[in-house]
């Protein structure tokens, strides 16, 4: 008989069922993927793991959710380096574009939205040094972001550790899709896809 996983050992990157184009993860896409992904979260995970001091943990988990979306969103739209270089072109405008898309579930969209407005938080107020002090709002969503792709129980006023899961499960969320999103983009330049979509628009006007 084969061992299921604990329950609270699960990451559920799944979202709503055909909410986006990508809503869970194909297997079959991202199988030969796995080292390669452990080893960008890793990298990650090195900035992060061991800030003791809140503002910076904010700060830096928040960067390194925008380098994972920078990661996606270049895997999907052309010369999209030139782009990010703009000034104008914000991690909140980075979020946006990406919802618009909807290439992936909204729960890792929402879960970076939110690093953002902590981040901000930080950043604009100098008199804010800890998370407890944090607005209600943003504290209010913590633990139940988290919850949505892991059920195992925390310190719910633990905001250090909560914060630091978030940004370890979006992370992983964004660099997970980013590999089915790379292969759309590398099948919508095919001849199979020009084909196939001359075909379908063909007997479309046939109608």
């Given amino acids: 008989m084969k061992d299921q996983p604990n329950p609270e050992e ?6 709503a069922a055909n909410e986006t184009l990508f ?7 991202i199988t030969d993927k796995e080292n390669d992904l452990q080893k960008r979260l890793d990298e990650l995970w090195e900035h992060y793991k061991d800030i003791d001091d809140q503002r910076l943990l904010a700060l830096v988990g928040a960067l390194c959710i925008e380098t994972a979306l920078d990661a996606l969103l270049q895997r999907f739209i052309s010369d999209y380096d030139s782009l990010k270089e703009d000034t ?3 991690f909140s405008l980075k979020i946006k574009i990406a919802k618009a898309l909807h290439l992936i579930p909204q729960k890792i969209l929402n879960s970076c939205d939110l690093t953002r407005q902590i981040r901000n938080d930080f950043v604009h107020n100098l ?9 209600q709002k943003h504290l209010n969503k913590l633990g139940p972001y988290v919850r949505e792709f892991n059920i195992k129980e925390r310190n719910s006023q633990d905001w250090m550790d909560l914060y630091r899961d978030l940004v370890g499960f979006t992370t992983a969320g964004l660099i997970a899709y980013s590999y089915q999103i790379e292969a759309l983009k590398d099948y919508l330049g095919t001849d199979d896809f020009r084909r196939h979509f001359r075909a379908y628009v063909e007997q479309d006007i046939k109608r």
């Fill in 23 to 29: 809503w869970h993860l194909k297997s079959w896409l």
């Fill in 88 to 90: 104008d072109v914000t």
């Fill in 127 to 135: 008199k804010l040094s800890e998370f407890t002090y944090l607005p």
């Fill in 10 to 15: 699960i990451l559920n990157l799944e979202g």
